[in-house]
């Protein structure tokens, strides 16, 4: 009886010092506050409006004895041991979790926190938790100014990182904050520099106390803060201009991405001035910096940078060639020169330069056509049922390719007739560059599917494009035979043989989901399947193993596969 | 997004399109199972060694005083209702860290296991014992000599299994 007397005491003791709000301990509503992903607001809301319930005089001893945890051996060990025993109902917290609920509670109670402001303060002495009590300070305001000062001087860099935008809060006069914050400039930490450069130069309301500043920052050894530098200067803008020198020198004399970086800054500064500075970066510059300073008098001179670019888009150097594609690939399709000069660079010897340009032409197709929303290709003379065109009852699907019920009965009524439009779609091209568009091939490909035994008459045509050159639009053609029933049977054998890999590969996968309706037919597909087997494509193979095992697997097995 | 044109992006949409609008069968998931350590052997031994080596010690402390006969099938048969409680002790207290959770939780098993000893020495031990039972003091004092041994060696014995024991 004494014992369980002890176990209560010592259970109410425990757990009963706490404040509770409907039956949970503070504690519980801080995880569930530091726990909850934003987009769950109700869940947040809930939290948080239980921890200002409590309200800050009840809440702070708890939070900040949980802002205080820290990790000891013993806990450790248990929790891993928990973890690897899987014992389910024990829910331990890590010394950074109840730190993060303790932050949680900062978070949500703000200014009211006031009076947490000395413990805070001494806990900014602690290596282990001074970053959690400088979290915990940026939440309080006004009241925590001079803590946040002394965390610009504390030997945690993070402190110190943190510190600096947190202090702009709470200082209400610009001169006052930059001066503060300056020493910083030269802090022993990368990271600590970076963050001040950028603090200062959000100050756009004092140019003349920040430009200085940031100037100065141009002879950071680090190139991220000197490009933050660099950044800093071009958005004060005219208002920079003190800085025009130095950046052309740097631009001119800099390492390559120091020079990136102010030929930025110059372009935005005084574009006029900057622009024989740009284009000489052009010519004179690496790759890189030709990229750069190409995209910036886009902007500035546009007609001189399209000549420019055209001519870099046949430079001799690989890389210089690759660079001007990638700044073509920023222009609009219709850009006279761009076009002609990218199919060119497709058709090139270099494999690297004609991937690169395949991949800028469809970039800009697919752009074009998010910004034209241009979905439906229109083609003349279409057949229309109803008094609508093919081209809108092909838009009318569901999720993905499947038609609606009224757009199959469509395609169904127009009959025969439709299908040298469909074949259209199916071979369609897009103007510009002359590239196949997946999803108007892909619209003309189902519309066949959807026709079933009625898309018969497209199958010499269908089979001739599997034969073709090209293989994406081979195996489109092959998908589009798919509704024809026991005829589809054969162009899938044939497809087996197709010159393209994943034409083989898709018709192996076709057989095995498809040919179960005619199982006479996919048997005399099964010695074309076991050729796969010594396929020379890997993924053929390995396709054709698998379907084969599920189509025969006695003819698998005596083919040796496992 | 439909302009990636690498052949095997495209086979896979392919291959989804076809199934989407022909497939007649289900799709037959197969999910890989990652296969765990079982870690009941470990348990066993390490829980099963802990509470011998407290039996152990229990009966040490207590070897020349009044027991009830087979003492240590007592003793043990206790821990099936002690380890149990312990358990349910820490659910309660996983508010806290594990460290004072696990001193609330022993300190509760040294009283409770102290109390049930005595309770078993006075009233199970053979009425014709010439041997005096012991005193609550010294039933406490067993059970927090156990204890602390039995504590003491479960990282020990822990360690040992992960040494020792199969791979």
Known sequence: MGGLVLVLVLVVAARGAEPRYRGRTLTSWLEQSSDTPLMETQRLVEAQEAVRAIGAAKALPTMLRLVRTKDDPVSTWMMEKTEKYRVRNLHWHSAIDRQLAGIAGFEVLGTNCAPAVGELTKLLNDKEVAFVAARCLENVGKAAEAALCRCLTNGDWRVRHLSVPALAAVTDDVEVYIGRIKPRLSDAESAVRFATVQAIAAQNEAPELAVPLLISALGDSDDHVFSQATEGLAGFGTNALSAFSALTNLATTGTDSRRRAALKAVAKLSPGEGLPILSNAVVSGSAQTMGTALRDMKAIAPELALRMLLVELHAADGRRRSTAISVASTYDVRTPGIAEALKLAAASDDPETARHALSAMRQMVRREKEKTGAVAVRFPNEPSYQGKPLGEWLNMRHDGWEFETNAVLALQAMGTNVIPALLARLTYREPVFGLDDYDVSMSGATALIAMRERAKPALPELTALMDGDNGELALRAMIATLGTGADAMSCLMEGLTNRFPSVRSEAANFLTQFGAQYPEERKRAIPLMVGLLSDPDRDVRMNATNELKEIDPQAAAKAGVK | ?167
């Open chain 2, 1 to 167: 997004m439909k302009t990636n044109y690498t052949g095997s992006s495209f086979g896979g949409r392919a291959g989804t399109v076809g199934a989407a609008l022909l497939a007649t069968f289900a799709a037959r998931a197969n999910p890989i199972v990652l296969p765990e350590k079982p870690v009941a052997p470990e348990i066993t031994f390490v829980l099963g060694s802990a509470i011998l080596l407290e039996v152990a010690c229990v009966w040490m402390v207590l070897r020349r005083w009044g027991r009830p006969r087979l003492f240590v099938l007592w003793l043990m048969g206790m821990h099936a209702l002690t380890y149990p409680g312990f358990m349910a002790l820490l659910a309660a207290l996983d508010e806290l860290r594990p460290v004072s959770a696990a001193v609330i939780g022993e300190t509760v098993v040294v009283v409770v296991e102290g109390a049930m000893i005595y309770l078993l020495c006075r009233f199970l031990r053979p009425k014709k014992s010439e041997v005096a039972a012991p005193s609550a003091l010294r039933c406490w004092l067993a059970s927090l000599a156990g204890n602390a041994c039995s504590v003491a060696a479960f990282p020990i014995l822990s360690a040992a299994f992960e040494w020792f024991g199969p791979r």
